[in-house]
C-alpha cells in the first residue's frame, strides 16, 4: 500500500528552525490536498497545516506564523519548514492526504521533532 515518507526532524534548541520532507509518489497524492500532522506522546494526532493541490495553504493556530507548507508536484514532495520552535511543538510529525473522500492513505512511520536546549 502506497504510504508517505519523512525525513529532516531531529534536535533543535528553542527558537530554531527544521525543515520537513514527505515524499508521496503516485497520483492520489498529486492531484489532493495534503497535511503535515503530530502527535506528541500521550495525546491524539492533530493537524498542522495543509495544502491543496492548487498551493492553497491553511495552519493551526498553534503554529500560525511560524510554520510554511509547500509542495513540488513535479517531486512528489510536501515540505513543512518550522521556524521559531517552542518547547510545546516536539512530537512526531507525520504527512497524508487531507480530507480526502476515502479518507487518509496508510500512515508512514513519521519523523521526530525533539526540541530542547
Known amino acids: 500500500q502506497v504510504q508517505p515518507v519523512e525525513s529532516g526532524g531531529g534536535l533543535v534548541q528553542p527558537g530554531g528552525s527544521l525543515k520537513l520532507s514527505c515524499t508521496a509518489s503516485?497520483?492520489?497524492?498529486?492531484?489532493?490536498?495534503m497535511g503535515w500532522y503530530r502527535q506528541a506522546p500521550g495525546k491524539e494526532r492533530e493537524l498542522v497545516a495543509t495544502i491543496t493541490s492548487a498551493g492553497s495553504t491553511n495552519y493551526a493556530d498553534a503554529v500560525k506564523g511560524r510554520f510554511t507548507i509547500s509542495r513540488d508536484n513535479a517531486k512528489n514532495t510536501v515540505s513543512l519548514q518550522m521556524d521559531s520552535l517552542k518547547p510545546e511543538d516536539p512530537a512526531v510529525y507525520y504527512c497524508?492526504?487531507?480530507?480526502?473522500?476515502?479518507?487518509?492513505?496508510?500512515w508512514g512511520g513519521g519523523t521526530q521533532v525533539i526540541v530542547s536546549s
Open positions: 497524508n492526504l487531507f480530507a480526502a473522500p476515502w479518507g487518509p492513505a496508510a
Open positions: 503516485g497520483s492520489i497524492f498529486r492531484f489532493n490536498a
